[in-house]
């Protein structure tokens, strides 16, 4: 029986997957690996792994959500684990088999999220609260940067202490590692939602499960830079997770929560257009995500790599 099912859904950048795949391969160890890239796109992805790995399975679903193609990704797997690996990131330190000893002490632990850095090897933020009107109200004026305020109005953890050791939260993406036995429980991913919305969705579910959902600093992996056309489809792809996860979860307050997003990201648009200074990329990325909260429309279904 295969220790994992590592699942890596790819749209079109054949390269950024195959180096998120090696990564994954290197920091193994002696785990069983059972390997499956989904390819949403044209099918180029998954003739290039075809053609240079040869013990990697590949299935084409043209157009499927994240978290359809996750599900996809399953079936017909017996491994313990699941791995859903973002194509954006690679690993770059630690190990899996680590992980895997871990959730195997933790029997109740759903979920395991890991540190993540940038190209220079910056800490990004990846412990997560749930959106909420008021987490994304307290980004839009800053509050969640003030160190007394952060637990109580931010939507991510900033402090780097939260980081060096293992922390609860409420949910992380990305890399994420999950106990196959918690994801079948509770019902897989919903495969209406992009991925942003997919990853919050699911460990959600698992926690009022009962299943934790943690982060852990054994292993770390890194993203690499966006251009800035793929920033700003990032950025639109979040802002209509966001939407998508409010009128699951708090239909009542959908429009406060809307009406808050148009704030965050207007004041982030007008910000980058006066201050410039290398910052162009970011200012696009708010206004596609500004744009997308003021007509409500999906934008580009290619999974993104949040």
């Given amino acids: 029986m295969p220790d994992i099912r590592l699942a890596i859904v790819a749209g079109s950048d054949q390269g950024a997957a195959a180096a998120a795949l090696s990564s994954v391969l290197r920091h193994a160890g002696w785990l069983d690996l059972d390997v499956v890239v989904v390819d949403t796109g044209d099918g180029r992805v998954a003739a290039h792994i075809d053609e240079h790995f040869l013990d990697v399975r590949t299935m084409r679903c043209p157009g499927r959500s994240f978290g359809d193609a996750c599900n996809r990704a399953l079936e ?40 993540q850095v940038d190209a220079a090897g910056a800490p990004l933020p990846s412990i997560r609260r749930f959106p909420s009107t008021r987490h994304i109200l307290a980004e839009a ?83 690499r830079p966006l251009g800035r056309l793929e920033l700003a489809q990032l950025e639109a792809q979040a802002a209509y997770a966001r939407i998508q996860f409010a009128r699951k979860h708090f239909p009542a307050a959908t429009a406060d929560y809307r009406w808050a997003m148009t704030l965050r990201y207007g004041l982030r648009a007008a910000v980058h257009s006066v201050s410039r200074r290398g910052r162009e990329g970011a200012g696009q990325a708010a ?13 580009c279904q290619e999974p993104s790599p949040l």
């Fill in 287 to 299: 206004r596609a995500a500004l744009a997308t909260v003021l007509s409500g429309r999906v934008p």
């Fill in 141 to 223: 004026l800053g509050l969640d940067r003030l160190p007394a305020a952060r637990r109580l109005f931010g939507e991510h953890e900033l402090g780097p202490r939260g980081y060096a050791r293992e922390t609860e939260c409420d949910w992380t993406g990305g890399f994420l590692l999950a106990r196959r036995a918690a994801f079948e429980e509770v019902g897989r991913f919903d495969p209406r939602f992009l991925r942003f919305a997919a990853e919050a969705d699911l460990c959600l579910r698992l926690g009022r499960g009962g299943w934790g959902v943690v982060h852990t600093p054994t292993l770390t992996v890194r993203r």
């Fill in 76 to 115: 017909g797997s017996a491994a313990r684990y699941a791995l859903f690996l973002s194509p954006a990131l690679e690993v770059c330190e630690g190990g899996l088999a680590a992980l895997v000893a871990g959730l195997d002490r933790r029997p109740e632990l759903g979920v395991l999220g890991v540190s």
